[in-house]
């Protein structure tokens, strides 16, 4: 149950990043990806910074926060 919690935050949490960052639409599972990375990055920081997601709109704030710093944080990387 915790596994289709986590890909169905991901998924919403890619989807409203790719339409808050206007990065235009990679469909279902690239959102869902993007997400599920991004929930998890969220997750580390937060648990690092003594933040727990107890409750589901708080995993659902932190994975959010995550699938928006994560593409940010890509696109700052040069490429070679």
């Known amino acids: ?11 919403v949490a890619g989807f409203v990043s790719s339409k808050v960052l206007k990065t235009g639409d990679h469909g279902l599972a ?35 926060f995550g699938a928006l710093v994560l593409p940010i944080v890509l696109k700052a990387i040069p490429s070679a």
């Not at 003594?50 to 659902?60: E, H, K, R, Y």
């Open 1 to 11: 149950m915790e596994l289709l919690t986590f890909l169905v935050i991901g998924a």
């Open 30 to 64: 690239i959102n869902t990806v993007v997400g599920a990375f991004g929930a998890y990055t969220g997750t580390t920081v937060a648990a690092l910074l003594g933040i727990a997601a107890s409750t589901l709109p708080v995993t659902v704030a932190i994975g959010l």
